[in-house]
């Protein structure tokens, strides 16, 4: 497992360290879930940009969309 150091100003620190505590978690889990959240929401956005991109405009309503899963 590898270890990441992170340099922040000792105001800084104590808010982290205190959402962490009213998270219930360690601070590593608390910044770890904050990576891979970025991480998730920057993927989230690229794949809607290219949906944007790809969107040729056609809209179906809810009983079009049913119909074609025969619901």
Known sequence: M???TMRID??????V???AKF?????????RD???EKIET?????????AVEE???????HAQVLAELGL
């Open 17 to 19: 360290r205190k959402y």
């Open 55 to 61: 969107d040729d405009g056609t809209r179906y309503t």
């Open 34 to 36: 904050a990576v891979f």
């Open 42 to 50: 920057q993927d989230d956005l690229a794949a809607l940009r290219a």
């Open 23 to 31: 998270e219930g978690k360690t601070i590593s889990d608390f910044i």
């Open 10 to 15: 000792d105001v800084d620190a104590a808010v």
């Open 2 to 4: 590898s270890t990441m």
